[in-house]
């Protein structure tokens, strides 16, 4: 009969539901395992300063700033890398050691794109600055796996920044 056909695809779909959801907390489970177990050094974006200290800290060779100690002849100078000297006499203890340094700034190859083909044709549209109120939404609901696991990866940041005394 209709009525208890009915009644079972009801069910049917709450296990699925159940499963779906089931599935889900298996897949966040498994990456928030990986992020504890399986990387070095977990990075966020707001911190991206930070992130570039730690990296440096636990991967010395990449270090946004570097020591420049070419003391081979026990001289005590700072030399350039090509042997000059570049700390001066009359040089601030501060100056010096800001000499005595090498800069390697982190690139933004992550930038937007000049053409995001958003509008017609694949021409350029000028998106808002942030989504309206309704979208936000859409966003937070589609992305409820990706904002636990980031809840993880910045608890994990505050756990590597204390483990490293920064």
């Known amino acids: 009969n209709l009525q208890?056909?009915?009644?079972?695809?009801?069910v049917d779909a709450d296990a699925d539901t159940h499963k779906q959801q089931q599935e889900q907390q298996r897949m966040i489970d498994e990456a928030i395992d990986n992020l504890r177990n399986q990387f070095v050094v977990v990075g966020i974006t707001e911190e991206l300063d930070m992130t570039a200290q730690m990296i440096g800290q636990v991967f010395?060779?990449?270090?946004t700033e570097l020591p420049h100690d070419n003391d081979t002849n026990n001289n005590n100078k700072k030399t350039n890398g090509r042997g000059k000297d570049t700390a001066k006499s009359n040089d601030t203890p501060h100056q010096k050691k800001k000499a005595a340094?090498?800069?390697c700034p982190l690139g933004h190859a992550n930038k937007s794109p000049q053409?995001?083909?958003?509008g017609p044709s694949n021409t350029h549209w000028d998106l808002p600055s942030h989504p309206d109120e309704e979208t936000r939404q859409l966003i937070l609901q589609h992305n409820q796996l990706d904002l636990m696991l980031y809840e993880a990866a910045k608890k994990r940041f505050q756990l590597q920044k204390e483990a490293l005394g920064m």
Not at 4 to 10: A, L, N
Not at 60 to 63: C, E, M, V
């Open 60 to 63: 010395p060779w990449l270090a």
């Open 101 to 103: 340094k090498i800069q």
């Open 4 to 10: 208890s056909s009915s009644s079972i695809v009801d």
């Open 115 to 118: 053409n995001n083909r958003c």
